[in-house]
Nanobody, 118 residues
Framework: QVQLVESGGGLVQAGGSLGLSCAAS????????MGWYRQGPGKQRELVAT???????NYADSVKGRFVISRDNVKNTALLQMNSLKPEDTAVYYC????????????WGQGTQVTVSS
């Protein structure tokens, strides 16, 4: 089992910045993908960004150029730096870790609220 604990989030004005952190613990494989997803009001959960052990990143088009994902493989943490925030970025943000054959092991954090006021 893997546990994911998120921190950060909160209320920020449009154009501002916010950082999220996710700490993973438990039975973590040497190869995994960590990422952030979000679910806005009345919307489905969607990908925000992912980062592999090797540092390869993937971003949703809506956040490219504004968000930066990074990770510390020693501490098993993933960070999401969010800049130039927009009201439409308002959502509950979830940390995710995938590992194992075909990424069958799929773990989620409890979620943290990000609210961007206009």
């Amino acid at each position: 089992q893997v546990q994911l604990v998120e921190s950060g989030g909160g209320l920020v004005q449009a154009g501002g910045s916010l950082g999220l952190s996710c700490a993973a613990s438990g039975s973590i494989f040497s190869r995994n993908i960590m990422g952030w997803y979000r679910q806005g009001p009345g919307k489905q959960r969607e990908l925000v960004a992912t980062v592999t052990i090797g540092g390869s990143t993937n971003y949703a088009d809506s956040v490219k150029g504004r968000f930066v994902i990074s990770r510390d493989n020693v501490k098993n943490t993933a960070l999401l730096q969010m800049n130039s925030l927009k009201p439409e970025d308002t959502a509950v943000y979830y940390c995710n870790l995938k590992q194992g054959v075909y990424d069958r092991q799929n773990y989620w954090g409890q979620g943290t609220q990000v609210t961007v006021s206009s």
